[in-house]
């Protein structure tokens, strides 16, 4: 961990104005903020990136597709 990420976790003044940061402050902030890269393959497995989870998520997609253009059928069936 970087000096500066742990003055950012035990920072006295929370409420500083975001104009009085230099720039090293706000690029320590913003590693802070982002994710680990090497965490992010570990974590893929736990949430709804995982390569099953997106074929079934396509599979919903072409499904509710097909639902639409078959309503839009009898719609216009019913109408014509």
Known sequence: MHQQERL???NPEPDR???ELNDDEIFAAIRYLE???RSASKQSND???TKENDDK???IC???YIA???C???LWLYFR
């Open 8 to 10: 950012m976790l035990t």
């Open 35 to 37: 994710s680990d890269p």
């Open 62 to 64: 072409v499904c509710l």
């Open 47 to 49: 949430t709804a990136t």
């Open 72 to 74: 839009l059928a009898v």
């Open 17 to 19: 104005n975001i104009e």
């Open 57 to 59: 998520s396509v599979m």
């Open 68 to 70: 639409v253009l078959g």
